[in-house]
């Protein structure tokens, strides 16, 4: 029987920090929901109602774009190994870019991954625990290094480039602001410098 919980307990935390993969979830009024899975040791607890994660740069930029027209966030664990358990996190959220006072702060939290793009914040409204009986065993066996090798082969010019060509609008057409809110002057200003 799922239960459900105002604030991050103790074993959420523990619970939480065992975990190699977590799951995002966001969607704006109408559109595409947007289910997202995260890895890289990206996500801190910052206190019983609030945690950050660290986005890398990916194909998509869906997650930026929802928060800034509608910042309702889910976030799901789920139990691969030893006891079977399901714990999702409700709640409203925002992005710090780069070009955000705050970045450096919240920035110092993780190590440094090559491609970092956002930090998200999330306000934990509801958490909510179920069995997860009928989640399989899966056993991890490493991350991935492609795709902090990839961002380290672009670079951090390189990176920038495929944000402006990749990631400045969602896939409904809508804009992420990725350039206007890292800082990132637009591919059209690059050219004339």
């Excluded at 206007?180 to 059209?188: I, Q, R, T, V």
């Amino acid at each position: 029987m799922g239960q459900r919980y105002l604030e991050l307990k103790d074993s959420h935390r523990e619970f939480i920090a065992g975990q190699k993969l977590f799951f995002v979830a966001t969607a704006m009024q109408d559109g595409r929901v947007n289910m997202s899975p995260k890895g890289m040791d990206s996500l801190r607890v910052l206190g019983p109602n609030q945690v950050a994660w660290l986005n890398v740069t990916g194909s998509g930029n869906e997650t930026a774009c929802h928060v800034e027209h509608s910042p309702r966030m889910t976030l799901m664990f789920c139990a691969f190994e030893g006891k079977p358990l399901i714990l999702r996190l409700y709640g409203q959220a925002r992005a710090i870019h780069q070009g955000d006072p705050e970045w450096a702060d919240y920035y110092g939290l993780f190590e440094p991954l090559p491609g970092a793009r956002q930090i998200f914040l999330l306000d934990v409204g509801l958490a909510q625990s179920s069995c997860g009986m009928s989640v399989p065993y899966y056993q991890y066996q490493g991350e991935r290094e492609q795709l902090n090798d990839w961002a380290r082969t672009k670079g951090e010019a390189g990176v920038q480039d495929y944000w402006r060509s990749r990631n400045v609008s969602s896939l409904d057409g809508l804009p992420t602001g990725i350039v206007e809110k890292s800082g990132l002057a637009s591919a059209d200003e690059t050219r004339q410098q």
